[in-house]
């Protein structure tokens, strides 16, 4: 009696310690997912999110999915194959640099900025370090007028600037927005914006919020790496991470289908009355699309002036 009364308590504290654990790292488990609304039921009254969902404890992904399967690292992937002709690789190769870089980005780099590599380009990289990226990406984006500026917290960066090279080196932080206030005014807005500082979450995520709504261009790229970061510690500062921004993002992208009906989507009409007309959060209208790879993650701008507009076949 006593020892299954002992036993019973030892089970009780190390789930208390691992759910307090999880708490203290961040390591919950994530916001449930906003249901579509049902047309028979009125629509929740906060944009962004809806109070219908799923049992907190209610795994939406099939067992089928989350079974183990053995990985190892493919010692010749660099031989061939995904790497094989990608300009954004052969480029870094000739460098040799001092840096390190995960295979499957150079993937990721070329699929992204392939289409704009040859235009005029305004591109702000967050974290210098060797000067191995800047090196890079002005070899990479070939246009005689391209600008390429870096910023690093590290005084020692500064030897990279090369203004022949319309190469550009500001030191100070990403998290102090006087500081990229003046990066902006002197050099953006950017097409493009690419994080690759501290990876400390509290950085990124201030990073973002400063950046994406007035230093990027109304059609720019935000892309973010090494976010496998988020899962290790110390990286993993804030309680929330960058990973879990770009899920509310995408929540956000969506506020505007947990308000009205199918119907109200369906409904045609010239009279301006009769118009599906909707309150949503200011980010709903600043994204085109999120794309996310093995630790990178790509948002696009846009300015979206309309809400979507269903079709209807039935319709004149």
Not at 219 to 248: Q, V
Not at 266 to 276: C, G, K, R, V, Y
Request: hydrophobic share 40%.
């Amino acid at each position: 009696m006593i020892g299954d009364l002992l036993k019973q308590l030892c089970v009780g504290l190390w789930r208390f310690f691992l759910y307090q654990l999880a708490r203290l790292t961040g390591f919950h488990r994530p916001p449930p997912i906003p249901q579509a609304p049902d047309d028979s039921r009125p629509a929740t009254a906060v944009p962004g999110v809806n109070a219908s969902a799923a049992p907190a404890d209610e795994a939406a992904l099939s067992d089928t999915y989350r079974r183990p399967v053995r990985l190892s690292t493919n010692r010749r992937d660099l031989e061939g194959g995904e790497l094989a002709g990608n300009p954004v690789f052969e480029f870094w190769k000739q460098h040799k640099p001092r840096a390190h870089k995960w295979a499957h980005y150079f993937e990721a780099y070329h699929a992204i900025f392939g289409p704009r590599r040859s235009q005029s380009l305004r591109i702000l990289e967050i974290g210098v370090y060797q000067g191995a990226s800047l090196r890079l990406w002005r070899r990479y984006f070939d246009h005689p007028d391209t600008v390429i500026v870096g910023i690093d917290i590290d005084p020692s960066c500064a030897r990279f600037d090369s203004e022949r090279e319309r190469i550009h080196v500001r030191i100070g932080s990403q998290a102090d927005a006087a500081f990229l206030d003046t990066v902006t005014r002197d050099f953006g807005p950017f097409d493009i914006i690419i994080d690759d500082g501290s990876h400390h979450s509290s950085h990124m995520i201030a990073s973002f919020n400063h950046l994406f709504a007035d230093a990027l261009e109304e059609d720019g790229i935000y892309l973010a790496e090494d976010l496998h970061a988020n899962y290790w510690m110390p990286y993993r500062d804030t309680r929330r991470s960058f990973l879990d921004l770009c899920k509310e993002l995408m929540e956000f992208m969506h506020a505007h289908y947990t308000r009205g009906s199918l119907a109200e989507w369906l409904l045609e009409s010239d009279s301006e009355a009769d118009q599906l007309s909707l309150d949503v959060p200011v980010i709903a209208t600043m994204i085109k699309e999120i794309r996310v790879f093995d630790s990178i993650v790509v948002i696009q701008k846009t300015r979206r002036k309309y809400l979507p507009r269903m079709l209807n076949p039935m319709g004149d």
